[in-house]
């Protein structure tokens, strides 16, 4: 599109198809124009003043055919969500905080074919965007969902976090964050926990500066898990393998 106005002539073709109830007659109409809209966005159209806007009028789409039923719709429109954030990057952020509910309910559904598109699109999502604004959910999801299928996808995207975002990113949100990894270290899932510990690694090189304030909140499960003992836990000096074996450690349910 050489001008705004192209985009925005196209855009109107395309949701005129994507506003339909989707059924079978009429899901490959809504996959074909999901797919034309990437198309659209890999042509720099993000690049128009108005496009935020426009797109914001079929964000409802977007998201029904993230949750779809049907695997290839909701794949389609997944990818189109990757896209979204790959061309606009930090500019990404008006729409994630429409499009990332329903992306991350996809983390903890029963198929994990599901699981495994939603991790991966908020994981590229994080890894050009950041998407800040939405790290009090994930950390909240890492800590108290009461799902171990939801827990175990969130702390995956935490470690995306802690990696990808930019230290004036994560400042206000560093408690949000603690607290996950806290709760994660001594999680019922197993996944978790291992995800949880990389992530550990990951903010202590971070943040050395809250390290020895950090140790000291943590719980002593949770220290015995990190292989942290009283003493050099404000250092961060690991105890011995075989002296955090010698206990069998609960686990939170």
């Given amino acids: 599109c050489d001008k705004a106005s192209d985009f925005e002539t196209k855009f109107r073709t395309l949701l ?17 124009a999901l797919k034309n809209l990437i198309s659209l966005v890999k042509a720099d159209v993000t690049k128009y003043d108005t496009f935020v806007p426009t797109m914001k009028q079929c964000a409802k789409f977007v998201n029904a055919s993230v949750l779809s039923e049907r695997t290839r719709l909701s794949a389609t429109a997944l990818s189109l969500v990757e896209e979204l954030a790959r061309q606009m990057e930090t500019r990404f952020q008006p729409l994630a905080d429409l499009l990332f509910p329903s992306v991350m309910k996809t983390c903890g559904r029963a198929n994990k074919v599901f699981v495994t598109r939603g991790i991966n699109c908020l994981t590229t999502v994080i ?5 800040p604004d939405q790290i009090p959910q994930i950390c909240y999801a890492a800590h108290s969902d009461p799902s171990k299928t939801v827990r175990g996808s969130a702390t995956k995207l935490l470690m995306s976090l802690v990696s990808c975002c930019t230290v004036p990113e994560l400042t206000p949100h560093l408690a949000a964050v603690e607290k996950a990894i806290a709760s994660g270290v001594v999680d019922a899932n197993p996944d978790a926990r291992t995800t949880t510990r990389q992530t550990y690694e990951i903010f202590i090189k971070r943040f050395s500066n809250r390290v020895e304030q950090f140790h000291a909140g943590l719980s002593s499960t949770a220290k015995k898990y990190l292989k942290l003992d009283d003493k050099s836990a404000g250092a961060g000096r690991p105890q011995s393998q075989s002296a955090a074996s010698r206990q069998r450690l609960p686990l939170r349910d």
């Fill in 16 to 32: 005129t198809k994507l506003d339909v109830v989707e059924g079978e007659e009429t899901w490959q109409q809504i996959d074909g």
């Fill in 127 to 131: 890894t050009y965007a950041h998407i």
